[in-house]
């Protein structure tokens, strides 16, 4: 970049972008040499750190569809990595449970997958790593309140819509056709 360069928004996302897609290829294959794909690598990884959980406080934890969590739990119940349990707490509930093996392989594969990446961030020093921590929180603290904002308008937009539509559908029951 020449000195004279000016570092825009859209230049700054562009470089935000290319550097999350190729760290998270690096994370993953990082992941895959363990023999997980991320799904199971993300679950196990929150019933490490998190202890035992439901499989919706998993999926909040690793931001996944239910649907992905469910068969990722599943899978690792296969492998016997993990165990669900009735809830103490709740009785409809089910939490999720990391085995002894599931326990060995997790905290295995995690070490490793963190070696990895403090390799890769090697190349940034301890004050940078600080700088860009702060900044990327920041902006994305910002970020999610601005898509907080947007969807309670959205909301807002989509429940006027229906209130007009059935104002509409009451008054004119041919309108649609």
């Known amino acids: 970049m020449k000195k004279n360069d000016r570092i825009t928004a859209p230049r700054l996302w ?10 998270t290829l690096l994370a993953e294959a990082s992941i895959t040499k363990a023999g997980l794909c991320l799904t199971d690598f993300a679950a196990l990884e929150a019933l490490l750190h998190k202890g035992p959980l439901t499989i919706s406080e998993i999926q ?15 899978r690792l119940e296969k492998l016997g990595l993990v165990v669900r349990k009735s809830s103490p707490s709740d009785r409809r509930a089910r939490v999720v449970e990391l085995t002894p093996q599931g326990k060995r392989l997790a905290a ?3 070490a ?23 900044s990327l929180k920041r902006l994305g603290l ?14 807002a937009l989509r429940s006027e819509l229906q209130n007009e539509y059935g104002q509409r559908h009451t008054r004119n029951t041919n309108w649609h056709r």
């Open 60 to 74: 909040n934890k690793v931001l996944l569809a239910s649907g992905s969590m469910t068969a990722a739990v599943d």
């Open 14 to 23: 562009l470089v935000i972008m290319r550097s999350h897609r190729a760290l």
């Open 142 to 155: 910002l970020a999610a309140q601005q898509l907080d904002v947007k969807k309670k308008s959205s909301r």
């Open 108 to 110: 295995s594969c995690f």
């Open 112 to 134: 490793q997958h963190a070696k990895d990446l403090e390799a890769l961030m090697s190349v940034l020093s301890k004050k940078e790593r600080g700088q860009l921590y702060r």
